[in-house]
């Protein structure tokens, strides 16, 4: 039986048809250079049941350019073959030759991705597909580099990030819900048709990664249903993560813009690109924060662990524009190089915040903030690693300060001296009295008994100030003698007016 008969009688999936070599029309792209040494590894029967994508289409380039007998008795078939794999990768007959391009790299390149890693001084969002792709690869916060880019985030860079967001917990999955929805393998596939950046084997490998990817959403589409129906917690989880995209559509453009051109600065290093940058980014963050009732910064209480300066700003960052602005302020002012105690104090607190930096930061944001809690009271909510490391502002300590009535205010140079007045005050003191054999304490080193005092008189009392210090004026707005405040570093932390129960300023910018 020969060759073509024995196609024809065991595959009915397309209709074979006689042609010959000569009679088959020649393809402009089987002249890619290496095409020619290219053969078929499997039977075209076995190609037309072929699932695997870089199988099937090094077979079909093989098959049309560099036909054998058995290509050449059923070119027709081997035309139909290729059109069923352009429909699945949305290929038009001019894109095989990338198709060809790649066929002709080694067979490990051509079963995994390789795509060349970006200038690392080269702008965030002048990212071409690929690189947009090959750093979603190993970004280790692809959320952040997906939310920076925006609007020019491409299909490829969305592929990127939905492909790490599959490995990571629920939480991740719900948080590119919508990039999943959003994703057009058919749209990937025309966007890097017009990239004039990427060779063919990189427009190939895309496509080749999208049509995968297909089949892996089928599967965690399942995923999601498990857990959504396994406990209502999830089903809150992803519910909560819906809501972000309302929740960042209120973020000030401006202030978007603002830190994506400090997020390209920071990739550049340009000096020009941060150009006063500083008081840009101040002002922005003094807008934000006097918006905050006065009321929301009190009750703040120093502690070796958690400083007054953060507590403040801790709901300064929980808002979208609040946190922008601390963004860009921290970002900016690290690039400079002015790392003062407000800088360091942002540094740290933005590190390992996932904030507000579009949708899907704020969907982590929003869901940590939910208070979500499950069925099953051992699970915790598992959430993705934030690492923006470089936000490290050292050194973290803070190098003291005081807290006191302000005695005066001078200048000194582009400084301020702020002193401060002596700490007065009455209190009473027991003159007179005697121990018991009652016992009040057990300690490890002694027994204390109860001590009945029987006078006690009132006495005034005064105690040294703190030393004078030396204050950023940024911070010092509205310093006058009278005020009551706490300084850490060139910082104005809180400022009251006399008799307040409210704070005047926060690190200098007034509240009300």
């Not at 690189?131 to 592929?159: H, I, K, N, V």
């Not at 300590?397 to 005695?407: A, D, L, R």
Request: proline share 5%.
């Amino acid at each position: 039986m020969s060759s073509r008969l024995t196609l024809v009688t065991t595959v009915t999936l397309f209709a074979a048809v006689t042609t010959t070599a000569a009679e088959a029309a020649p393809r402009e792209w089987c002249s890619t250079p290496g095409v020619e040494k290219l053969s078929m590894d499997n039977a075209l029967a076995s190609v037309a049941r072929e699932p695997v994508a870089h199988r099937a289409l090094y077979d079909l380039v093989a098959a049309t350019c560099v036909p054998n007998s058995e290509a050449s008795a059923n070119a027709a078939w081997v035309d139909k073959l290729r059109a069923a794999w352009s429909q699945k990768l949305h290929l038009i007959d001019a894109d095989w030759a990338d198709v060809a391009q790649w066929a002709t790299s080694s067979r490990e390149l051509r079963m995994d991705s390789s795509f060349t890693r970006a200038d690392d001084k080269h702008a965030f969002t002048a990212y071409s597909s690929s690189e947009q792709f090959e750093r979603m690869e190993r970004d280790s916060d692809p959320a952040y580099f997906a939310d920076l880019l925006g609007d020019r985030l491409t299909q490829a860079g969305r592929m990127g990030y939905i492909l790490r967001c599959l490995k990571g917990p629920p939480l991740a999955w719900a948080m590119c819900a919508p990039d999943i929805a959003a994703f057009d393998a058919a749209k990937l596939s025309a966007d890097v048709r017009g990239e004039t950046r990427l060779d063919g084997y990189q427009r190939t490998r895309l496509r080749i990664d999208a049509f995968e990817l297909a089949t892996e959403l089928v599967a965690h589409a399942k995923r999601v249903r498990e857990v959504v129906e396994k406990d209502p917690g999830y089903a809150q989880l992803f519910a909560v993560a819906k809501t972000a995209s309302q929740t960042f559509a209120k973020a000030s453009p401006s202030l978007v813009a603002m830190v994506t051109a400090l997020d390209d600065a920071r990739a550049t290093r340009s000096r020009r690109a941060t150009d006063g940058c500083l008081d840009k980014a101040w002002t922005a963050l003094s807008g934000v924060v006097s918006a905050i009732p006065a009321k929301q910064f009190t009750g703040l209480e120093a502690s070796i662990t958690n400083p007054i300066l953060g507590q403040a700003f801790a709901k300064v960052i929980a808002t979208p524009d609040g946190y922008l602005a601390s963004l860009a302020f921290t970002v900016c002012a690290a690039l400079e190089g002015k790392n003062d105690y407000l800088v360091r104090t942002l540094g740290n607190m933005l590190e390992r915040w996932p904030g507000y930096r579009g949708s899907r930061t704020a969907a982590h944001t929003l869901a940590l903030a939910a208070g979500i809690q499950f069925d099953d009271r051992d699970r915790k909510l598992d959430a993705p690693d934030v690492d923006r490391s470089w936000l490290q502002v050292s050194p973290a300590y803070s190098g003291g300060g005081g807290t006191g009535t302000v005695e005066s205010v001078k200048p000194q140079g582009d400084r301020l001296i702020l002193s401060y007045a002596k700490i007065k005050g009455t209190q009473q003191r027991c003159v007179r009295g005697h121990y018991t054999s009652r016992i009040a304490q057990i300690r490890s080193d002694t027994i204390v008994y109860e001590y009945v005092c029987l006078e006690e008189r009132t006495e005034t009392y005064a105690e040294p100030p703190a030393p004078p210090q030396t204050i950023d004026p940024r911070y010092a707005t509205g310093l006058k003698p009278g005020m009551f405040v706490t300084n850490v570093e060139q910082v104005i932390v809180l400022a009251f007016t006399k008799g307040a129960k409210v704070p005047a300023y926060v690190a200098g910018i007034p509240v009300k």
